[in-house]
Nanobody
Framework: VQLQASGGGSVQAGGSLRLSCRAS????????MSWYRQAPGNPRELVAS???????NYADSVKGRFTISRDNAKLTAYLQMNDLKPEDTAVYYC?????????????WGHGTLVTVSS
């Protein structure tokens, strides 16, 4: 299984970025797909998650600015980030609860760096 994250970069405060996370590799099913982030010196934190039915959950710090979505046919999750702030600077990781055969397990992608300058 591979989770390929892309879309990170450098923007000024107030700008926008869209992250993508595509799953591949003999996948039979995906439940939740999530985005986490980790800033230097901080623990990894949940940013947003979405169920396969489309229910979403957000960290308080990003509510109203970030939107998570997914395309089940493409096995891809997206994170639209608007009105970015310097405190959003972090490495962003995608995670998914994936079934290959009989059980669901959590998988992680490599991170993508988001840098927001003031």
């Amino acid at each position: 299984v591979q989770l390929q994250a892309s879309g990170g970069g450098s923007v000024q405060a107030g700008g926008s970025l869209r992250l993508s996370c595509r799953a591949s590799g003999g996948i039979a099913g995906i439940k939740d797909m999530s985005w986490y982030r980790q800033a230097p010196g901080n623990p990894r934190e949940l940013v947003a998650s979405i169920t396969n039915g489309g229910s979403t959950n957000y960290a308080d710090s990003v509510k109203g600015r970030f939107t998570i979505s997914r395309d089940n046919a493409k096995l891809t999750a997206y994170l639209q980030m608007n009105d970015l702030k310097p405190e959003d600077t972090a490495v962003y990781y995608c995670s998914a609860n994936i079934r290959l055969h009989f059980v669901y397990e959590d998988y992680w992608g490599h991170g993508t760096l988001v840098t927001v300058s003031s």
